[in-house]
T-cell receptor
Framework: AQSVTQLDSQVPVFEEAPVELRCNYS??????LFWYVQYPNQGLQLLLK??????LVESINGFEAEFNKSQTSFHLRKPSVHISDTAEYFCAVSDPNTDKLIFGTGTRLQVFP | DGGITQSPKYLFRKEGQNVTLSCEQN?????MYWYRQDPGQGLRLIYY???????QKGDIAEGYSVSREKKESFPLTVTSAQKNPTAFYLC?????????????FGDGTRLSIL
């Protein structure tokens, strides 16, 4: 069965500093990987996804994630964060056998001025 | 604009009472999902439905019930058997046919016990 591990429950960082949110997954089959962002009292919004092809995927607001098959990782990075990036970030893997998404427990990114 | 509408945004339940959370989508998606979110636990799947008049239990279905009479609607009932219902509930939908399609989420309903 698939599983997703987000090792960091909270990541504090100063504005304009770089950040990396870690995500590792386990799966015996090829999977699709997603990052979602959740702002307070809202639903989840898709940030970016890896389906196939280039292992580096980018979002429109400066985030990027790199799929590493050998390390079974899909870490999310941003070279310079803004206050507005403060939110909770969820990594998820799509299970092709059950048509379900398996979520990690989330990482709360707190950006300080 | 297409999207998913959850209502109400806040809901209060008395002990022994059943309550129903609404989820409506106009994205023409076949599959719909209900998740429960608790602090530090991420999202846990309650029920999901891939087609009208059919649904499956997720990982924490006990104390909940659903129906899927219309493609657009997937209401969730929190029954009195659910002993710890206080949580944030999220509804999602997506197209079927390939697991590479992302799920789209509503803005959630926060349920509290009086």
């Amino acid at each position: 069965a698939q599983s997703v591990t987000q090792l960091d429950s909270q990541v504090p960082v100063f504005e304009e500093a770089p950040v990396e949110l870690r995500c590792n997954y386990s799966s015996s089959v090829s999977v699709y990987l997603f990052w979602y962002v959740q702002y307070p009292n809202q639903g989840l919004q898709l940030l970016l996804k890896y389906l196939s092809g280039s292992t580096l995927v980018e979002s429109i607001n400066g985030f990027e994630a790199e799929f590493n098959k050998s390390q079974t990782s899909f870490h999310l990075r941003k070279p310079s964060v803004h206050i507005s990036d403060t939110a909770e970030y969820f990594c998820a893997v799509s299970d092709p056998n059950t048509d379900k998404l398996i979520f990690g427990t989330g990482t709360r990114l707190q950006v300080f001025p | 604009d297409g999207g998913i509408t959850q209502s109400p945004k806040y809901l209060f339940r008395k002990e022994g009472q059943n309550v129903t959370l609404s989820c409506e989508q106009n994205l023409n998606h076949d599959a719909m999902y209900w998740y429960r979110q608790d602090p530090g636990q991420g999202l846990r799947l309650i029920y999901y439905s891939q087609i009208v008049n059919d649904f499956q239990k997720g990982d924490i279905a006990e104390g909940y019930s659903v129906s899927r009479e219309k493609k657009e609607s997937f209401p969730l009932t929190v029954t009195s058997a659910q002993k710890n219902p206080t949580a944030f509930y999220l509804c999602a939908s997506r197209t079927t046919g390939s697991s590479n399609q992302p799920q789209h989420f509503g803005d959630g309903t926060r349920l509290s016990i009086l």
